[in-house]
């Protein structure tokens, strides 16, 4: 033990004579094939072993959402709609994506703070699951209902009065943009009932990236108990109860894979309660990160290999533009080196500490500060894992004119 925290091992990928293996293909095979790097490879086998694996820990009265906004790569979420029970949309164009790749629209939610007008009838429309996080969404959806002869149907996206302890990004408690603060929901319920829309549930969400199984636990159970009282106010039954999820994976050294058994065996317990307590109520987890992000890499190719005052920098044609978040400045607030290694080096060659940056004329552009490596140069290729969710779609790719990154399902 050398005391100095280390990375999650990643598993994930097998390393054959040498290099690893994304997809059942030899990495430097698989850059031939897309044809120019940088690009990100999904593994559709690691997606579907995820999905297998969390079954297996939820009890299966439990529906199982995928929170599209983490990767929405159409392909990606095709492959993912046949695998879990629903998807989460947080706009009118992820809703397009969802549909084209044949999600139920009855098993399809759409949430998020600011929905336009346009926006609310096209889910309107389209039949999916509307979670209404403002009195505006009501008074619009009115108003739809009379144009299309139709009764949308709605959830309430709760603000609630406690917070998820130990989430990476906070979303529910205290003052938020996100959701209707508790205290007024009684009344807002009161309007859904009289304006004639469809109540069908309640939306709680806490938060993101939360490594720590009791707190995800206390979390969903106070969600339910909240969602419980605010059930006696509802127009209607309970049948959709979105508790949320917030399940994280691990990017740092020292921070460990999540346990999903303590999860499920006390989603068990709250599957158990709701059969007496609200009997028409199906309860959904929603993940995104979770679901899609260990199956994924980011994958750049070596330029250059330079050495400034001893120190080793391979500049490479990816970084910050395509992987914000790996560079430290997607809500980060200290900068940490995701899991990095040189794909095309993962055999028992000498190593070195070495610094991966990007083309950009900026220091932000940075996806290993000082880390170990096995020794590489030019045409070398370099994988950052844990990068299939919050990668592409949520990074400036305009930023300094250089190409887009490709995107492949493999
Ligand atoms: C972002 C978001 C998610 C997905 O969060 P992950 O950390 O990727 O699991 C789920 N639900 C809502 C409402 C969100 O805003």
């Not at 969404?137 to 309430?156: F, H, M, N, S, T």
């Amino acid at each position: 033990m050398t005391g100095a925290p280390v990375h999650a091992p990643m598993t994930q990928f097998a390393v054959k004579d040498g290099e690893l293996i994304v997809g059942g293909v030899p990495l430097s095979r698989l850059a031939a094939r897309v044809g120019r790097t940088p690009f990100y490879a999904y593994d559709r086998q690691a997606l579907t072993a995820r999905v297998a694996s969390l079954r297996a820990a939820f009890p299966r009265a439990v529906k199982l959402h995928y929170a599209m906004k983490a990767n929405p790569m159409p392909a990606l979420v095709g492959h993912m709609a046949s695998l879990v029970d629903g998807i989460d949309v947080a706009s009118a164009g992820e809703l397009k994506i969802a549909l084209d790749a044949g999600a139920d629209p009855h098993e399809v939610s759409f949430a998020g703070p600011g929905k336009r007008d346009a926006e609310l009838r096209q889910a309107a429309a389209a039949g999916v699951l509307i979670n209404v996080e403002a009195m505006r969404e009501i008074v619009v959806l009115e108003d739809v209902a009379r144009e299309l002869g139709i009764a949308p149907r709605v959830a309430v996206r709760v603000n609630p009065d406690f917070e998820l302890k130990g989430s990476g990004m906070k979303m529910g408690g205290g003052p938020k943009q996100f959701g209707i603060d508790v205290e007024q929901i009684p009344e807002l319920l009161v309007e859904i009932g009289r304006r004639g829309l469809a109540f069908e549930g309640f939306h709680l969400f806490g938060g993101s990236q939360n490594l720590r199984a009791e707190s995800i636990r206390d979390a969903q159970n106070q969600a339910y108990d909240l969602a419980l009282r605010l059930a006696g106010h509802a127009p209607a039954p309970v049948r959709f109860l979105n508790l949320g999820g917030g399940m994280g994976i691990p990017y740092f050294p020292g921070e460990q894979a999540l346990d999903a058994t303590p999860i499920g065996a006390n989603l068990a317990q709250l599957v158990e309660r709701a059969r007496s307590d609200l009997p028409q109520a199906s309860i959904v987890i929603e993940l995104g990160r979770y679901l899609v992000g260990e199956a994924g890499v980011y994958v750049t190719r070596v330029i250059d290999r330079k050495v400034s005052r001893g120190q080793v920098f391979l500049v490479t044609d990816g970084g910050l533009h395509h992987h914000l978040s790996a560079s430290g400045n997607f809500g980060q607030v200290v900068r940490k080196n995701y899991p990095v290694m040189i794909g095309t080096r993962a055999g028992d060659g000498p190593r070195e500490t070495a610094s991966v940056v990007g083309p950009l004329c900026t220091p932000l552009d940075l996806l290993a500060d000082r880390m170990s490596l096995a020794v590489a140069g030019p045409g070398d290729l370099v994988v950052v894992f844990q990068s299939g969710a919050y990668g592409a779609s949520a990074s400036p790719q305009r930023f300094l004119g250089h190409p887009d990154c490709v995107e492949v399902l493999v």
